[in-house]
């Protein structure tokens, strides 16, 4: 398929990378690799100007919370983690070619199963700078070609970082069009890119829920969902509280707006007198809002504490800021019915010495990842060993969790014959 006069920028924009995956698609190990730890070393270099780029951003920024503001923000500290994740890609095994299946049949034909890349993924993303490169580094590493459309908030440095890539793809003479930076685009031209599967592989929205669902609603072309990280701990007796708390607080306060962020406790009753003071006494003292049921209400209040009355849909809410709900809960069986009346299939973590208790948790809570005394915030690609993550699918078809090399490919058959006929 060629361009022609008669197709839209957008149009030729996706024909441009669908051309550009198929180069990409033949490339080595090596030549991949090659390119990855060259853009790490970019980075590091070009700090400078790429801070700059995410300060005019920022200060562009309005009606955004600080929660969001601090997403938003870039440092030298997330420009290195940045550095270091395309060093983990580079150093992880290669997708592309990986034998999965391997058999031969009744007829003598050898049947083989392989990894091939998906081809081309449009990613439309909010004020995630960062996610630029991310995406960029684990569609090049698994043979694909990206089309990126960042937020108006971020776009500065989106478009510092997309430039200092394609510079990289010139540079190493392979084509430009892996990485198209379509921040510039209009909602009436984002319309029409959801509608070119002929060209377009698969969409991966990654941002508030309203963009998740405008996408899914108009795109003919599959998707990736991830309409929301609704996050909870399950505190067990036994447990270590101390321990309890501080993973509960760190979850929450460190970075409130992501998706891994946790949302709402569920506090085993037998430990509940103790445990919700403490809780409640250093979640406010990390400046996060307590939003109690009853009976955490009660013991708060009881402790001297003052805590908002949760309302009904304060449960299964996605705050996104310094807000946590808590609730006493009776057991393991009603933990587990919240997190499946409330979950959003994202991360659910229990905090237990009890190892059986443990395991029925894992074994009965269906989410995308169950953590067991330990942060909701480890649903992470960098920090599960992916390098990255080019979005977290809180839908389990094709994949489930953070994406990384793996789940940008997808598996075909090879058949080799001698000559038989049917």
């Known amino acids: 398929m060629t361009a022609s006069a008669h197709d839209s920028p957008v149009r030729q ?54 929660a969001k503001l601090k997403r938003l923000r870039l440092t030298e500290a997330s420009l290195e ?29 050898r049947v083989v199963r ?27 590493k698994s043979g694909n070609a990206v089309l990126l ?38 909602r009436e031209d984002v319309r029409e890119l959801l509608t070119l599967s002929d060209l377009i592989d698969l969409v991966i929205p990654r941002g508030g829920e309203e963009l998740i669902r405008a996408v899914v609603e108009h795109s003919r072309i599959p998707t990736i969902q991830h309409f929301k990280g609704v996050c909870h701990a399950y505190v067990h007796a036994p447990a270590d509280e101390a321990q309890a708390v ?14 891994n962020a946790l949302e709402c406790v569920l506090v085993d009753a037998r430990l509940a007198p103790s445990f919700v003071p403490a809780l409640v006494r250093a ?43 808590i609730k006493v809960v009776d057991g393991l069986d009603e933990a587990i019915a919240h997190v499946h009346r409330f979950g959003s299939n994202h991360t659910e973590a229990i905090l237990t010495r009890d190892e059986a208790a443990a395991e029925q948790f894992v074994r009965r809570v ?16 960098f920090q599960l060993g992916l390098g990255a993550e080019i979005g977290i699918s809180t839908s389990r078809l094709h994949a489930y969790g953070p994406m990384g090399l793996e789940e940008l490919t997808t598996r075909r058959f090879i058949v080799r014959g001698a000559g038989q006929t049917r």
């Open 366 to 381: 269906h989410a995308s990842c169950v953590v067991v005394n330990a942060s909701t915030r480890f649903n992470d690609g």
């Open 13 to 66: 924009a996706a024909l441009e990378a669908r051309e550009a995956s198929r180069t990409l698609a033949t490339l080595s190990t090596d030549a991949k690799n090659a390119l990855l730890l060259d853009l790490a070393r970019a980075v590091r270099s070009n700090q400078t100007p790429i801070l700059e780029a995410n300060r005019a951003d920022v200060a562009s920024a309005s009606n955004l919370t600080e």
């Open 114 to 140: 392989a990894r091939i890349p998906l081809g081309v993924i449009a990613m439309i993303y909010e004020a995630r700078p960062g996610v630029t490169l991310d995406a960029f580094a684990l569609a090049f």
């Open 149 to 186: 459309k960042g937020g108006r908030e971020s776009a500065r440095a989106n478009s510092a970082m997309a430039s200092l890539a394609r510079g990289l793809l010139r540079d190493h003479r392979l084509p430009e069009r892996a990485l198209t930076d379509l921040s510039h685009l209009s």
């Open 246 to 259: 501080n993973i509960c607080v760190t979850a929450k306060a460190g970075a409130p707006a992501t998706c």
């Open 81 to 109: 983690q940045l550095a270091a994740g395309l060093e983990q890609i580079a150093a992880l095994p290669d997708p592309v070619g990986e034998v999965t299946d391997e058999r031969t049949v009744p007829s003598g034909l």
């Open 283 to 325: 979640m406010q003292g990390a400046g996060v809002e307590v939003r109690a049921e009853a009976r955490a209400a009660a013991l708060a209040r009881g402790a001297g504490l003052a805590v908002v009355d949760a309302a009904p849909d304060d449960f299964g809410r996605e705050f996104l800021d310094t807000i946590v709900a």
